[in-house]
């Protein structure tokens, strides 16, 4: 089912996916995947005019000493062999995840310093192989912390990554951030509106990313694909603080979530306009221009996971 709804995906109508959707991020699995005919995904995706990106980090583990179960992520050892492999295979991108939460007493320095150094290890090796590393520091919306806490701690561990990066002599040109938008947590009483989100989470950004990064592309964070949708809009329209980076979108559940209802297993049509629906709203909200949407149906629906891991 996971290789034929990727085909899903994949095989969406070139002209009206590759307007929207620039890139995409391929589990090891997808990257040797091929079509019921035998045609490589790879091939499909580059097709489209579409760059094909690689997830290259080997998942989280705890981190010992650390407060409240806090986590690094593990991969390093052999990742200069497997970029230049996934490069030589197509890929021009990589992705790797590092996640830090918020509770009481944490995140810990030691968790945001261990994160930090990892990121900018696993960016430095990308580089080196020609590959175009996404950095992506992520803190989790699980909690019931504020708007303004969040606020806080993402600046705290952006600036430790940027600090990372510029440690390990990075490109910074040479790279995206892949970051959480700055939102109330899941289970705060008082979740903020777009135009909250949208303020907090650019004047983070305007404290702590240098200008020189080309990009920023946002996780969606367990946000229903409204949320994110309407979230991403307000941060582009919002005007109180400089914003010399591309502001865009890297969703994973926020994009497909509907598109996966829809196909039901069997409804290829169905779940292509799905995707090509949502992939246009978020398209437009990353130009400040989504006006919303009637009949939202699943897009509404929350795609919060505790502790998501992947």
């Known amino acids: 089912n996971r290789r034929r709804f990727r085909e899903l995906l994949f095989t969406s109508d070139k002209a009206l996916i590759g307007q929207a959707i620039s890139g995409v991020i391929l589990f090891h699995e997808t990257l040797y995947q091929k ?44 990742l200069d062999k497997r970029c230049k492999q996934y490069k030589a295979d197509g890929c021009d991108f990589a992705k790797w995840r590092c996640v830090l939460k918020i509770n009481t007493n944490t995140p810990s ?18 580089q080196a192989a020609g590959i175009v590393p996404i950095v992506e520091p992520e803190v989790l919306c699980d909690g019931d912390h504020s708007l303004d ?38 289970s705060c009483p008082t979740q903020a509106t777009p135009e909250q ?19 920023i592309v946002f996780l ?26 591309r502001l865009s979108f890297s969703f994973g559940r926020a994009l497909q979530a509907s598109a996966l209802k829809a196909w039901n297993g069997s ?15 978020n398209g437009a909200a990353s130009l400040g221009q989504y006006s919303g949407e009637e009949n ?10 505790k502790a998501h891991a992947y």
Not at 110 to 121: C, D, G, K, S, Y
Not at 197 to 215: D, E, F, I, K, Q
Not at 296 to 305: P, R
């Open 267 to 281: 409804d290829v049509a169905a779940g292509q306009d799905q995707l090509i629906r949502r992939a246009a709203y």
């Open 197 to 215: 989100v949208g303020a907090a989470t650019v004047t983070a950004l305007s404290r702590t990313v240098p200008a020189a990064v080309p990009g």
């Open 149 to 186: 806490r969040c606020q806080k701690v993402t600046e705290t561990v952006l600036a430790a990554v940027y600090k990372a990066l510029n440690d390990h002599h990075v490109y910074l040109e040479g790279t995206l951030l892949k970051p959480n938008m700055v939102t109330a947590g899941q």
């Open 220 to 245: 969606s964070g367990g946000q229903s694909e409204i949320q994110a949708t309407a979230n991403l809009n307000a941060i582009n329209k919002f005007t109180g603080a400089p914003k010399p980076w």
């Open 35 to 78: 079509t019921t005919d035998g045609t490589p995904f790879i091939d499909l995706i580059k097709e489209r005019g579409i760059v094909a990106g690689i997830k290259v980090d080997k998942g989280v583990k705890e981190l010992f000493g650390a407060e409240d179960n806090e986590v690094t992520t593990q991969g390093l050892d052999d």
């Open 109 to 126: 320095y030691q968790a945001i310093l261990e994160n930090a150094n990892v990121l900018a290890r696993y960016a430095s090796i990308c």
């Open 296 to 305: 939202a149906g699943a897009a509404a629906e929350s795609l919060f996971v």
